[in-house]
C-alpha cells in the first residue's frame, strides 16, 4: 500500500510538471503513456486496448483476467457495464468463434474495479455456456460435415439449403430446454433455438455465407434465428421452426421458414436492436422471400 501511495505520489508531481510545460510550451504529450512508463505496468491507456484484452480472455475460454487501465473511468464506463456488446462486436474473418457465436456462449460476466484516482485494476470473471473443448469439437464436425457434402463447390444459394437441411436432419428440438449449445445441436443432436441459430451461423459463416442472429419473439416467445446474404439481399432463415417436433417422433423438413422476406417470416418480432434503421441500413432486407427450387 504504502508504495502505490509513493508511486501515486510520484505520478501526481510528475502530471502537474508535465501539465505545466504543456501548456507553457504547447507541446503535445500524451499523460496516461507517461504514466504507464512510470508505474512500469502492463497497463492499457485505450478503450480499444481495453476492448482487445477483454476479446482476447473470451475467446480463450479464460475464467477470468485482470487488466490494469490508465485514464478515466468515464471514457470506459459503457464497457466496463456491457463488456459483450463490445466484444462480440468484433469479427475476424478468421474464425467463426467470435462476433455472434462468441454473444450465445458467454453466460455470465462479473467485474470488480480497485485502484486510485484515474489508475485502475478491472478483474473480470467469465462462466461460458460451451468448453473450449467443445467448441474445438464443433469446429472440427463442422469442417468435416462441409467437406463431405462438398458445401464449397455449390452456389450461395445451394449452400445455404444444404446447410439448412443438415441441421434438420441432425437435431431434434429438445422439449426439456436444457441443452443451448451448437456443441448441443450438432453432437448431442438436440437443442432449443439458441443451439439452431448458433450452429447455423458458425456453419454459414464457414461457408463463406454472410450471416448473423437475430434475437426476438415468436409464437409469444423469446426466440433466436438467422439471417443470411446471397444474390444481394438479406433474407431471413429459421432452422427451428423449419424442424417441427412431430407426434410420431418422425423426421420432417419444412421450408416456411427458408429464405424469407420479413413480411412472408410469420409471427416472428425482432428485439429492438435488431430494426433499427442503422441496423436495417447494413443488413438491407430482400422485400420479396427467395423463390426456392
Not at 478491472?122 to 472440427?140: A, G, N, P
Request: hydrophobic share 35%; charged share 30%; proline share 2%.
Amino acid at each position: 500500500m504504502k508504495k502505490i501511495i509513493r508511486l501515486l505520489a510520484v505520478c501526481i508531481f510528475l502530471m502537474i510538471i508535465i501539465l505545466y510545460v504543456k501548456n507553457e510550451y504547447n507541446i503535445d504529450v500524451n499523460i496516461h503513456e507517461i504514466q504507464k512508463k512510470i508505474l512500469n505496468e502492463d497497463a492499457v491507456t485505450t478503450k480499444e486496448e481495453l476492448i482487445e484484452q477483454i476479446q482476447k480472455a473470451m475467446i480463450n475460454y479464460k475464467e477470468g483476467t485482470t487488466i490494469k487501465y490508465i485514464g478515466s473511468y468515464n471514457d470506459i464506463k459503457p464497457i466496463v457495464e456491457n463488456p459483450l456488446d463490445y466484444v462480440s462486436a468484433i469479427d475476424d474473418p478468421d474464425t467463426s468463434s467470435d462476433y455472434d457465436y462468441l454473444k450465445y456462449i458467454v453466460k455470465s460476466i462479473n467485474v470488480s474495479i480497485k485502484g486510485y484516482a484515474n489508475i485502475l485494476e478491472l478483474s473480470y470473471h467469465f462462466t461460458f455456456r460451451e468448453t473450449k473443448e467443445e467448441t474445438k469439437e464443433v469446429d472440427k464436425k463442422v469442417k468435416e460435415v462441409i467437406k463431405n457434402l462438398g458445401i464449397m463447390d455449390l452456389s450461395n444459394y445451394e449452400k445455404v439449403k444444404e446447410i439448412h437441411d443438415y441441421i434438420i436432419k441432425n437435431a431434434t428440438y429438445d422439449m426439456t430446454y436444457h441443452y443451448v449449445t451448437a456443441y448441443d445441436n450438432l453432437i448431442k443432436k438436440t437443442s432449443v433455438c439458441q443451439g439452431y441459430a448458433a450452429l447455423t451461423y458458425k456453419m454459414m459463416t464457414e461457408a463463406k455465407i454472410p450471416c448473423r442472429i437475430i434475437n426476438g419473439m415468436a409464437g409469444g416467445d423469446t426466440h433466436a434465428w438467422n439471417i443470411v446474404y446471397i444474390n444481394g439481399a438479406w433474407y431471413n432463415i429459421d432452422c427451428t421452426w423449419d424442424d417441427p417436433v412431430r407426434s410420431d417422433g418422425k423426421q420432417m423438413i419444412s421450408y416456411d421458414n427458408f429464405l424469407k422476406s420479413d413480411a412472408d417470416l410469420k409471427d416472428h418480432q425482432r428485439d429492438k436492436e435488431y430494426k433499427t434503421k442503422a441496423f436495417y441500413d447494413k443488413y438491407p432486407m430482400a422485400t420479396e422471400s427467395y423463390a426456392i427450387d
